[in-house]
């Protein structure tokens, strides 16, 4: 089977993945913030109803990924995951049901790329940290693959500001819920002035902008690292929605 047509029965499967994801979104919900976190979610109406849209979040503890699939409840979150998750014994199973999608760290990974393109043409929600791994340290540079996928399918970009999840392993073993704040910040697109191909450069420049964005939603300040200087923020390449 040929890339194209993997990638593509990979997207025509998304309706019937519905039922599980809702039956795993009420676990989420009902188990995570429940019991395990205490949650503060703001900013959800700029969520949009359909439509080609891409979660772009600071990436500060492996659960990030679960608290954005059980907060966005108007759509579906398809997120992308590491190939080592689908390794892990315990991880892989939640992953598989819900239907996310793996992607090879550390190398241009051309499946993962397409799959991303292809699910926002169709019209889907995908979540992508765009620094690539964890973070301990707050924000640091992003790769361009975000710019890449978002200016290939036209997409609006939701910045999403994670805090406070980085401690929750450490207050669980002492039984303790852990507050997280997680809020989405204003959506946008990028500006190509109508040009197939947007140069390295241009890129580059709108991974920066958009980065200050993210920075902006991240409502503890500790945690936007060489974003900081919210004050050095551009729109040069960014249309708000």
């Known amino acids: 089977m040929s890339l194209e047509e993997s990638v593509q029965m990979y997207v025509a499967r998304q309706p019937q ?15 995570g913030f429940g019991v395990l976190w205490q949650m503060d979610i703001t900013g959800r109406e700029n969520i949009p109803d359909d439509g080609p849209a891409i979660i772009m979040m600071n990436h500060i503890s492996m659960v990030d990924p679960v608290l954005v699939m059980g907060a966005v409840t108007n759509r579906f979150v ?8 689908l390794r892990n014994p315990v991880i892989k199973p939640f992953v598989m049901w819900w239907g996310a999608y793996s992607v090879n760290r550390g190398e241009i990974d051309r499946k993962a ?10 019209g889907q929600l995908i979540l992508i940290a765009p620094e690539g791994h964890r973070q301990k340290h707050g924000l640091t540079e992003a790769k361009e693959g975000l710019a890449y996928v978002a200016t290939k399918a036209n997409a609006v970009i939701i910045p999403t500001g994670i805090s406070g999840a980085q401690v929750w392993a450490d207050r669980l073993k002492r039984l303790r819920r852990t507050a997280i704040s997680l809020n989405f910040g204003r959506p946008f697109r990028f500006r190509t002035g109508g040009a197939g191909r947007v140069p390295r450069e241009a890129l580059a ?12 939603a991240i409502k503890d300040p500790a945690w936007r690292g060489v974003y900081s200087d919210v004050s050095q923020a551009t729109t040069d390449y960014l249309e708000f929605c």
Do not use: C, D, F
Not at 205 to 210: F, I, L, N, Q, V
């Open 17 to 31: 993945l519905a039922w599980r994801r809702r039956a795993l979104r009420s676990l989420i919900r009902g188990l």
């Open 205 to 216: 420049a709108m991974s920066h902008e958009a980065m200050y964005q993210l920075a902006l």
């Open 113 to 122: 790329l397409v799959n991303s393109i292809e699910l926002v043409k169709s």
């Open 78 to 85: 398809i997120p992308m995951t590491k190939v080592e998750n």
